[in-house]
């Protein structure tokens, strides 16, 4: 670990994400973001694929130091792609000093990357393509109206769960499926967690190769809940084990914080309002009873 | 033909607001129009919402600029050019407006002729995602042909998905609107259909054809979001209490996801008004409870009284 980064007072005091950007008040994605860029400094070329986050940069306005490819929803690692090649080219003909090189990082929702750009993702991982993937994860379609994508939990109403016992489905896991094709590094992290988050972009940084950063991002409007308590809720994820801190790293998994005690995913659920159904006007005793089981199986397996 | 024209900042609840009213007029028989207008902006952004209701087929379209009435549940809007609140407004119109104060008094403040109704503002935060349903309710009363029944039946139709709780609390809010401005009934006029001769072209600017280095030039300048004055999105106010402060602003600087809190070199922070969206992360986050959550409104009034 960095020596310089032990404690929260050794986060960054001063902050490259400019304000003014056109996400929600208190946007979890936006945290996220404005702490990593803290870390990954200015000299980045974010490529981004249709999204919430698109709306960060809209001409003549962006909050960005560095620079921007707005690309289709299904393209962000092929776009990055294509600024690591230009680059390169720059490099070999001795027109970028190694000082000025930048960072290509693909900026995209949990759509563009569980859903329509996992097989450009995948695409990138197989070419080793040197490159940092940071998915910002409402569980959802966001910028569309919070439609259920393939990161929304189990029991969740979205735009198009609406049934009694909201998402039918379960969270695919991201994580798990960049690990199976050997990457260079992955994490997940979370806004709420700023020093655990540090501490990866800081590893991830250092490293060369396909990298992914997979932020949990609380999206009051898409969960529906106060946005004051974003980062509560954040904490909460962590705590009753939902969204589990770890990372990738020299081919093992390593959990950075294993919650102890866990708290009942209860906890987490009942302060948003897309899960309300699970407990109003009765308790959904059954998909209350398969969210714990399902995290519980996961901490098992990771303690045994 | 009715024209009403909601106004209010994203969440406050302007679009369901539109939905239950004109519903509401569709339950009294009426035929219907109503749809939100937004930008790219998110909540805490100034919105409208658009609704026409008359006994004959509407063939108006788009956005509604002679208003019969404009019921606006967030006065802090008129603060905020862009949102365009009294667009359209005459003699002729009412202004519905959610907030503290009398009617005499806006009048004045506002120069208007026409009629305004002052709904007393509701608690602060809970409530505040109920302003477009209050508002709902109480533009029925003012419209007068809507009965309570019929208002009632529209929010449960139109938050059938949100459940039981939810449509009681909108329902309780939406009624009290109602019986609030009982003594206005019937205040608000059918204005007649405009003839399309009396169509007035709106005040744009056309702009030559450029080439595209001229019309949108390259701009190298970092973090240029900082000319977007997003502090007007703000319905609460963060205030630190710089006394009980523990000068750890890495904490609150961090979490703000807005960039809006500088740590100054003492390590003590600085709220960025401008830009600062009114989360309220700050204020649940910080270890003393030093940050309290203040009104904008309330705020913005002790300033203009400090004012010279
Ligand atoms: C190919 C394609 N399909 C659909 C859309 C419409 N669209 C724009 S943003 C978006 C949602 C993306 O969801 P996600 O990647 O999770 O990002 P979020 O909006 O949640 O931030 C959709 C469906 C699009 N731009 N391109
Ligand atoms: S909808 Fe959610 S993810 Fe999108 S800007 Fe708003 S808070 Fe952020
Ligand atoms: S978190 Fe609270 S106590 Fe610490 S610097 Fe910020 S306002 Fe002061
Ligand atoms: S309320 Fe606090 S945390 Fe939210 S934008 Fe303002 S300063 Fe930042
Ligand atoms: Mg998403």
């Known amino acids: 670990m960095n020596p310089a980064l032990r404690r929260m007072k050794d986060l960054p005091s001063t902050h490259l994400l400019g304000a003014g950007s056109a996400m929600c008040a208190g946007c979890g994605g936006l945290l996220a973001l404005h702490e990593i860029c803290d870390l990954l400094g200015a000299r980045t070329v974010f490529v981004n694929a249709a999204s919430c986050m698109t709306l960060l940069a809209s001409y003549p306005f962006t909050p960005f130091r560095g620079s921007w490819l707005y690309t289709a929803m299904a393209s962000a690692p092929a776009g990055a792609q294509g600024v690591r090649d230009a680059l390169d080219i720059l490099s070999e003909r001795g027109r970028l000093p190694p000082e000025q090189d930048l960072t290509a990082v693909a900026l995209t929702g949990d759509g563009a990357a569980t859903g329509i750009g996992l097989s450009a993702t995948a695409g990138a991982i197989d070419r080793g393509l040197d490159f940092i993937y940071l998915c910002y994860d409402n569980e959802g379609y966001g910028n569309t109206g919070q439609q259920s994508s393939p990161a929304t939990p189990l029991g969740a109403r979205t735009a198009t769960s609406t049934g009694a016992h909201g998402h039918p489905a379960s969270k695919m896991d991201l994580f798990a499926i960049w690990v199976a094709q050997r990457p260079a590094y992955a994490a997940t992290v979370i806004g709420a967690d700023p020093l655990d988050l540090a501490r990866k972009i800081d590893r991830a940084r250092a490293l060369k190769g396909p990298r992914l950063i997979h932020a949990l991002a609380p999206c009051p409007p898409g969960w529906s809940f106060d946005p004051a308590e974003g980062v509560e809720i954040g904490r909460l994820a962590v705590k009753t084990g939902i969204w589990p801190l770890k990372e990738y790293v020299d081919g093992r998994v390593v959990h950075t914080h294993v919650p102890h005690p866990r708290l009942p995913v209860e906890e987490y659920l009942k302060r948003q309002g897309r899960f309300r159904h699970l407990f109003e006007p009765g308790r959904d005793t059954r998909v209350l009873a398969q969210i714990q089981s399902q995290v519980d199986a996961y901490w098992e397996q990771v303690c045994a | ?308």
């Not at chain 2, 009629?115 to 608690?123: K, N, Q």
């Not at chain 2, 529209?154 to 401005?181: C, F, K, N, R």
């Not at chain 2, 399309?196 to 970092?222: G, M, Y």
């Open chain 2, 1 to 308: 033909m009715y024209r009403i024209r909601l106004h209010g900042r994203g969440g406050q609840g302007i679009k369901t607001g539109s939905r239950i009213l004109g519903s509401a007029f569709f339950g009294a028989g009426f035929e219907v129009q109503d749809a939100p207008v937004y930008g790219a902006e998110r909540r805490g952004a100034a919105m409208s919402a658009h609704v026409r209701a008359a006994r004959t087929p509407i063939r108006e379209r788009g956005v509604i600029t002679r208003p019969d009435l404009v019921a606006l549940v967030d006065e802090t809007l008129l603060q905020v050019p862009a949102a365009n609140v009294l667009l359209g407004v005459d003699a002729a119109s009412v202004l519905l407006l959610q907030g503290n104060g009398d009617a005499e008094t806006w009048r004045a403040r506002l120069a208007l002729s026409g009629t305004v109704v002052v709904l007393p503002a509701a608690g602060e935060r809970a409530e505040a995602e109920l302003g477009g349903a209050r508002c709902a309710g109480a533009a029925a009363r003012l419209a007068g042909v809507i009965s309570r029944p019929q208002l009632i039946a529209a929010i449960a139709q139109e938050l059938a998905s949100l459940g039981p709780v939810a449509t009681a609390t909108t329902t309780a809010q939406a009624l009290a609107a109602y019986d609030a401005v009982a003594p206005h009934a019937g205040v608000l006029r059918e204005s007649r259909p405009a003839a399309a001769t009396a169509f007035a072209a709106p005040e744009w600017i056309d702009l030559p054809l450029e080439s595209a280095r001229v019309a949108a030039p390259a701009i190298f300048a970092a973090a240029t979001s900082v000319e977007v004055r997003t502090g007007l999105w703000r319905t609460m106010r963060p205030e630190i209490d710089y006394a009980r402060c523990n000068r750890c602003a890495w904490i609150c600087s961090t979490l703000c996801p807005d960039s809006a809190i500088r740590v100054r070199a003492d390590r003590s922070p600085e709220i960025d008004l401008e830009h600062c969206k009114g989360c309220m992360i700050c204020v649940s986050v910080c270890p003393p409870q030093a940050i309290r959550a203040l009104p904008e409104r309330a705020a913005r009034a002790r300033e203009l009284a400090a004012a010279p």
